[in-house]
T-cell receptor, first 114, second 112 residues
């Protein structure tokens, strides 16, 4: 089936640790995105990438890092510099950015700091 | 400042009625607007897109209107069903930009 796969679904992080959330898509989409969702809040853009080996900061990039070495993969690392990382993280992709294409979302990853 | 506002209170309606959800925006010049459905603990799913030069779009029981003068979009679900219960998000693509900005969403509860 075509789609976006995020893993793990649930992740616990200790204070001071970096963790990496995986996102893989087999839709052959050029653009990929990471959003964060907190209870009662909308989706906030962390990073996005419109082409391999290139990515841009979104509205809340501090404390996060990404890479885009392959078209189908866009992993997100939550670093220890992110002061409040507990949230629901959503990866998404679209055929191209900014052209009215539908954004397809993965099922999300829950990150909890313990 | 730029804002996308959706009613934060849940909308409760009876099965069979029409649900109408509102999305208002400030200080945007949207090239288009999208509506998504999100179920608890799941990723949003795309429903409809409407462009700045379109007044209305329909898809089965769904209808979206877009009034750039009022800076508002309305999302209607006719003949609502309990299975329509979810949170509905509106999202704007500002002209000249390449990413969507989402509202906080409105929860719809359809009772049998």
């Amino acid at each position: 089936d075509g789609g976006i796969t995020q893993s793990p679904k649930y992740l616990f992080r200790k204070e001071g640790q970096n963790v990496t959330l995986s996102c893989e898509q087999n839709l052959n989409h050029d653009a990929m995105y990471w959003y964060r969702q907190d209870p009662g809040q909308g989706l906030r853009l962390i990073y996005y990438s419109q082409i391999v080996n290139d990515f841009q900061k979104g509205d809340i990039a501090e404390g996060y890092s990404v890479s885009r070495e392959k078209k189908e993969s866009f992993p997100l690392t939550v670093t220890s510099a992110q002061k409040n990382p507990t949230a629901f993280y959503l990866c998404a992709s679209s055929a191209t950015g900014g052209s009215g294409n539908t954004i397809y979302f993965g099922e999300g990853s829950w990150l909890t700091v313990v | 400042s730029q804002k996308i506002e959706q009613n934060s209170e849940a909308l409760n309606i009876q099965e069979g009625k029409t649900a109408t959800l509102t999305c208002n925006y400030t200080n945007y010049s949207p090239a288009y607007l999208q509506w998504y459905r999100q179920d608890p603990g799941r990723g949003p799913v795309f429903l409809l897109l409407i462009r700045e030069n379109e007044k209305e779009k329909r898809k089965e029981r769904l209808k979206v209107t877009f009034d750039t003068t009022l800076k508002q979009s309305l999302f209607h679900i006719t003949a609502s069903q309990p299975a329509d219960s979810a949170t509905y998000l509106c999202a704007l693509m500002n002209s000249g930009y390449s990413t969507l900005t989402f509202g906080k969403g409105t929860m719809l509860l359809v009772s049998p």
